[in-house]
């Protein structure tokens, strides 16, 4: 009983000390003295945010720490949009901010591609194991014997390796593997930025050729990216080729993680509708030339069914 009281009191009196500190950042104009004001703020509802974190830890392979680290961004958030004038406590609005921030670097970072929970099981188990042997100085157990150890049959470590070679994400600007002469070929992202001419005997894949609408499609694209401004073109490259979360962006650019996906999208959907739009006209203008290729020819004076003209 008496741990209880202590706790309801503790909570009180915190939510004390957040009025008093929310008045004193919403009324201060000074921006260090805000800073102070929101960091005593942070560091006083960080067990709100250990509470979250934990409960939301098992959704997920990110470590605790993680998610505390991105819960804290959440809370921050928050405490920014309090509008002290609402009487409300700030563990109202927080618990929404803190959870969505851990809820989105969840979803982010997932992999793309659903696997069995069994497969994902003896995988774990399987690297637990290796470490292990590797911390004690032996070596790694071979297929069969590690298949004893883990009480499963080889082929199943076998489904195993190739799991884990079909969820690694490969970064299109990672270097490929050197040529025949020895000589990098570059990245791939190079590749699908200047792409063989129509007809050529090298691709840009393994011997692909590329048909002349989408050599014409890849062309735009890249004058349309190099119109962009550099803040939006990084925004779109660190997001879609690299996979950054909003929050890396933001915090790589000087933008809040919401404002960093709001100019994201908004910039991706004006370039659909460009694109779109170029899309039309490539096709307008190609429709006479396709439908004078389509039309019969004038059928030679006395033909079957027409009369010789009569001067």
């Known amino acids: 009983m008496s741990t209880a009281n202590s706790e309801t009191q503790a909570a009180q009196q915190r939510q004390q000390r957040n009025q008093c500190r929310l008045l004193a950042y ?19 509802n960080l067990p709100l945010v250990h509470t979250i974190a934990g409960r939301l830890a098992r959704q997920g392979a990110l470590p605790f720490d993680d998610l505390v680290q991105v819960g804290s961004l959440g809370l921050m958030r928050a405490i920014e949009t309090f509008d002290p004038k609402r009487q409300a406590q700030l563990s109202t609005l927080a618990v929404p901010y803190i959870q969505g921030a851990i809820l989105h670097e969840l979803r982010d970072r997932q992999h793309l591609m659903r696997v069995p929970r069994s497969l994902w099981e003896l995988r ?9 042997r590797c911390r004690q100085g032996l070596p790694p157990l071979g297929e069969a014997a590690l298949a004893q150890a883990l009480g499963c049959a080889p082929q199943l470590l076998r489904e195993v390796r190739e799991l884990a070679a079909v969820t690694a994400v490969r970064s299109l600007d990672a270097p490929r593997s050197g040529g025949e002469d020895g000589e990098s070929p570059g990245s791939l ?19 692909e050729t590329v048909s002349e609408e989408t050599a014409a499609e890849l062309r735009w694209l890249r004058g349309a990216l190099a119109q962009l401004d550099p803040l939006i073109r990084e925004l779109l490259e660190g997001r879609i080729l690299h996979g950054c979360t909003w929050v890396e962006l933001g915090n790589r ?32 203008s190609a429709a006479p030339t396709r439908a004078a290729a389509a039309s019969p020819a004038t059928p030679p004076a006395g033909s079957a069914g027409h009369s010789p003209p009569h001067w």
């Open 253 to 284: 650019l000087g933008l809040h993680p919401r404002q960093a996906q709001r100019r994201c999208l908004a910039a991706q959907a004006a370039l659909q509708r460009a694109g779109a739009s170029w899309r039309d006209g490539l096709s307008r």
């Open 189 to 207: 992202l190079e590749q699908l930025a200047a792409p063989a001419s129509p007809g050529s005997d090298a691709g840009p894949g393994d011997g």
């Open 26 to 44: 919403a009324g201060s104009h000074d921006p260090r003295r805000r800073r102070v004001w929101r960091d005593a703020l942070v560091a006083d």
């Open 124 to 132: 774990q188990r399987q690297a637990k194991l290796q470490q292990q």
